[in-house]
């Protein structure tokens, strides 16, 4: 049990360094890893905002019904992208120690989610600016943090274990993500596509960003639709075990392919 508590010590010990490292000698820093997000966000929010005249989403403020989409989003993104790269980027470990390398995913989608959680605090902190009345269901985004961890886990093991012999699976990521962000709504309301829900609801992204929307927008708690539920559980632990079998068995060749 020691090792255990000692192990994840070390995790978030490292993930702590990783992201600090990132930032290292930049005048801005760590507020770089908020300056580009935020931005994206204030790119949609004025386009929408000034040029299709969308200030509201129904009695909400715009920007609170995009920060739901777009904050989950960030975290999947930057979670799937800096796995990619996590063995060559900690090589250093892999060759030159005896090092757990289990923990390197980890590493990497924990100091992704040290920003999702600050992002996630802002989406309290702009409802609380225009005056939104607290309500107890949006306690309920730290189960959507959790599932999109779990998620990104998951999925995360399956990219690092492809990384062994592809080394520019992080393009090929790149890539993908591209296509994934226009099959979820993040910036746009699956609603008004009634006829091809179905075909949106197969991407488990879908499930983390309606999530967050459902908290803070809708008012809908997770169990009232308990199909959708268990689908993205079963989804997520299947892609979790298949990860964790292929990690596996990839990474007994990780020293000889760096």
């Known amino acids: 049990m020691s090792r255990y508590f000692s192990k994840i010590n070390l995790i978030f ?11 290292s000698g930049m005048v801005f820093g760590f507020f770089w890893a908020f300056v580009e997000p935020l931005f994206t966000v204030l790119i949609y929010w004025f386009i929408n905002h000034f040029v299709f005249g969308n200030n509201r989403f129904g009695n909400l403020p715009y920007i609170v019904w995009l920060l739901a989409g777009m904050v989950p989003w960030f975290f999947v993104l930057d979670s799937w992208i800096n796995v990619s790269r996590v063995f060559w980027d900690y090589s250093y470990l892999v060759k030159k120690i005896v090092f757990d390398v289990t923990c390197l995913p980890f ?3 924990i100091s992704c989610l040290f920003v999702n959680l600050i992002f996630t605090f802002l989406i309290f902190l702009i409802c609380f600016i225009y005056k939104i009345p607290f309500k107890f269901i949006y306690f309920q985004v730290f189960y959507y943090i959790f599932a999109s961890f779990f998620l990104v886990v998951g999925i995360g093991l399956i990219i690092c274990s492809l990384s062994v012999f592809l080394k520019d699976i992080s393009n090929i990521v790149r890539m993908l993500l591209q296509f ?4 979820t709504p993040i910036f746009w309301d699956v609603n ?21 929307r459902n908290t803070f927008i809708y008012g809908i708690w997770f169990f009232e639709d308990l199909s959708y539920f268990f689908y993205f559980w079963f989804f997520a632990a299947f892609v979790l075990v298949f990860g964790k079998i292929l990690f596996n068995k990839t990474t007994v060749f990780l020293v000889d392919s760096l």
Not at 13 to 23: E, P, V
Not at 196 to 211: D, R
Request: proline share 3%; glycine share 2%; net charge positive.
């Open 107 to 109: 590493i990497r989608i």
């Open 13 to 23: 010990y490292l993930a702590k360094d990783d992201f600090k490292s990132k930032y």
């Open 192 to 212: 008004s596509i009634s006829k091809f829900n179905w075909l949106f609801k197969i991407n488990p992204v879908y499930y983390i960003v309606q999530g967050y």
């Open 180 to 183: 994934v962000f226009w099959l």
